[in-house]
């Protein structure tokens, strides 16, 4: 019966000590919180660090207690291989993490370098030319090359942050790496967004 129970496993760790409570061999409660940081470990994607430590900090209080000795040696063994593969897991994904960091950073700043020089690259490029010659436009044409000029600048920054922000949705890293990048692709957005409705809302009403 001990063996269903522990195959089954709790997902978080608040879960882990309902189950403890209900448990009173301490190897029995040994089992359960190994098992538990085996599962922590063998999540999908990034494993839960969190809940892995304050399960091992539940292992050593319960090291502490009177468990039968051939019991200790076998679970301490479970117990420190599993330390060992945390720490293995952990340099890893920290360096994945940086990586990323690193990416993201590049790609982020290189955008708000162009988005900053917007009105400098318009005035560097060909300006917009229609494909077809439309008569309702002939007597604002101007107009409409200089807004579609910069609609299409606006457009293409406007994807890139899109594309940017996924990219950052469901990259692992640290919640405050994550949320400064947020920050900025915010501030990106104010910079490019309004203006492009605004862009718009002309063109249709001088259409």
């Given at each position: 019966?001990?063996?269903?129970?522990?195959?089954?496993?709790p997902?978080?760790?608040?879960?882990?000590?309902?189950?403890?409570k209900?448990?009173?061999?301490?190897?029995?409660?040994?089992?359960?919180?190994?098992?538990?940081?085996e599962?922590?470990?063998?999540q999908?994607?990034?494993?839960?660090?969190?809940?892995?430590?304050?399960?091992?900090?539940?292992?050593?209080?319960?090291?502490r207690e009177?468990?039968?000795?051939?019991?200790?040696?076998?679970?301490?063994?479970?117990?420190s291989?599993?330390?060992r593969?945390?720490?293995?897991?952990?340099?890893?994904?920290?360096?994945?993490?940086?990586?990323a960091?690193?990416?993201i950073?590049?790609?982020?700043?290189?955008?708000?370098d162009?988005?900053?020089?917007?009105?400098?690259?318009?005035?560097a490029?060909?300006?917009?030319q229609?494909?077809?010659h439309?008569k309702?436009?002939h007597?604002?044409?101007?107009?409409?090359?200089?807004?579609?000029?910069?609609?299409?600048?606006?457009?293409?920054?406007?994807?890139k942050?899109?594309?940017?922000?996924?990219e950052l949705?469901?990259?692992?890293?640290?919640?405050?790496?994550?949320?400064?990048?947020?920050?900025?692709?915010?501030?990106?957005?104010?910079?490019?967004?309004?203006?492009r409705?605004?862009?718009?809302?002309?063109?249709?009403?001088?259409?």
């Amino acid at each position: 019966m001990a063996e269903e129970t522990v195959a089954q496993g709790p997902l978080k760790f608040q879960d882990l000590e309902g189950n403890l409570k209900e448990c009173r061999e301490p190897d029995k409660k040994l089992e359960l919180v190994i098992h538990f940081m085996e599962t922590t470990l063998s999540q999908q994607g990034t494993p839960h660090f969190k809940d892995f430590w304050e399960a091992k900090k539940r292992c050593l209080e319960l090291f502490r207690e009177h468990i039968n000795p051939i019991a200790r040696v076998h679970l301490w063994a479970r117990y420190s291989e599993l330390s060992r593969e945390a720490r293995k897991l952990k340099e890893l994904f920290d360096e994945e993490s940086a990586f990323a960091v690193e990416q993201i950073e590049m790609a982020l700043h290189a955008i708000e370098d162009e988005v900053a020089k917007i009105p400098e690259l318009i005035a560097a490029s060909t300006p917009f030319q229609f494909r077809v010659h439309a008569k309702n436009l002939h007597h604002n044409e101007p107009l409409y090359k200089e807004l579609q000029t910069e609609l299409d600048f606006l457009n293409a920054y406007a994807s890139k942050i899109t594309a940017l922000r996924k990219e950052l949705i469901k990259t692992d890293m640290r919640i405050r790496s994550k949320n400064q990048f947020f920050g900025r692709l915010s501030a990106l957005g104010d910079a490019v967004f309004p203006k492009r409705k605004e862009l718009i809302g002309k063109a249709l009403q001088g259409s």
